[in-house]
């Protein structure tokens, strides 16, 4: 075991934050500021998720040596100092925020111009435009976050959803699905830009720019072939997630298009919600089995928080039509899967553990790519 790996301290954070994010809801009967609430998650959480994820990752994509300790921890302060600070010293919140992703971000970019990985820039990329977005004006930095999370997630998505679908299929002696053509991925990935952008910065497109992303991306997610893996919880949160990736990018496309669409902020909810908070629940947790050697299953307290998480996306936007009792159900939600996530991987997080003996087969090296 290696406790000195990103992941423990980051995921262990991310839930805490999390569930923080929403305490004042439960405290006040009523919703946090949009800007508590925001940063939170956008700026709270999601770069804990990111930072344990991908330096994790980093040294098998660039087959480097994993981060020191030291260099760890440094970040984890830097990531705690800007959280305090939202909570305490606001006008330093954002500036803290923004330096603790962009230096994350040039220690992602430092290794890959080593290792000459330059498929890996567009991650780094994609973390400067969210470490600018709390330097932005108030009206334009939440939009830029969002998407430049999005686009995070469709990246990671599109790596590790298809290579565990196709180690569960085969593990279950059927043939994994083959990979869409590259052209296809980069117009996919091209769509989505071009619709987040325009989304971004308020251009009108008449739903053109959001359905040909939504279109994309369904097909994308089709070509993983979700039903086939839908009895695994943790896979078929994986495809929920990203479900909500091309579900609100059709709410925008159906409501440009001048159709009448319940809930103004609708897919907001679903790509916050969804995308990211039930993505962050099912990465974290295939990543943490995968770098402890756990077989290829859930426990109940593991598949409970992916349940109660998935529950939380429909309930809240059932909130966008009548608050009241659905809103005070999502946040319970929220809180319980992320609650039940500690309850599960707290233990491993905190300290190494030796990975349980089972007969099952772990998941293959490699799949959290």
């Known amino acids: 075991m290696r406790p000195s790996q990103p992941f423990r301290p980051f995921f262990a954070l991310a839930a805490l934050d999390a569930i923080i994010g929403v305490l004042p809801w439960l405290a006040s009967g009523g919703p946090p500021t949009p800007e508590w609430h925001r940063d939170e998650l956008l700026f709270g959480m999601v770069p804990a998720v990111m930072a344990g994820f991908l330096l994790t990752a980093l040294p098998r994509w660039t087959r480097t040596a994993p981060i020191s300790r030291a260099g760890r921890n440094a970040l984890v302060a830097f990531w705690c100092a800007g959280r305090l600070a939202h909570a305490g010293l606001p006008a330093f919140a954002q500036p803290l925020s923004a330096g603790f992703i962009l230096t994350f971000a040039a220690i992602l970019a430092h290794r890959i111009a080593a290792t000459r990985k330059s498929r890996e820039y567009k991650v780094v990329a994609l973390l400067i435009i969210v ?41 279950h002696g059927h043939e994994p699905a083959p990979r869409l053509p590259a052209p296809v991925e980069y117009a996919s990935a091209l ?116 349940a109660f998480g998935a529950t939380a996306v429909p309930l809240r936007l059932l909130a966008q039509a009548d608050a009241g009792t659905w809103l005070a159900s999502a ?32 998941i293959p090296s490699g799949a959290e790519r």
């Open 131 to 171: 470490g600018i977005a709390p330097l932005l004006p108030a009206a334009l930095s939440p939009r830029v976050a969002l998407a430049g999370t999005l686009g995070l997630v469709a990246i990671i998505a599109g790596r590790i959803v298809p290579a565990l679908s196709g180690a569960y299929l085969a593990l």
């Open 191 to 306: 769509a989505l830009a071009g619709a987040l952008a325009a989304w971004c910065l308020a251009i009108e497109t008449h739903g053109l720019a959001g359905g040909l992303a939504a279109a994309f991306q369904s097909v994308r997610l089709l070509s993983w072939r979700g039903w086939q893996v839908a009895r695994h919880p943790g896979l078929l949160a994986l495809h929920s997630a990203y479900l909500c990736l091309p579900a609100g990018l059709t709410l925008q496309t159906l409501r440009e298009a001048g159709l009448d669409v319940p809930g103004g902020e609708a897919e907001i909810h679903l790509w916050s919600t969804g995308a990211i908070g039930l993505m962050c629940l099912a990465v974290m947790a295939s990543m943490i089995r995968r770098q402890t050697g756990r077989p290829f299953t859930n426990t109940a307290s593991a598949t409970a928080a992916l």
């Open 331 to 362: 946040v319970f939600c929220w809180v319980a899967a992320f609650s039940l996530f500690l309850a599960a991987f707290g233990p491993v997080l905190l300290r190494p553990v030796a990975a349980p003996r089972s007969a099952q087969p772990a």
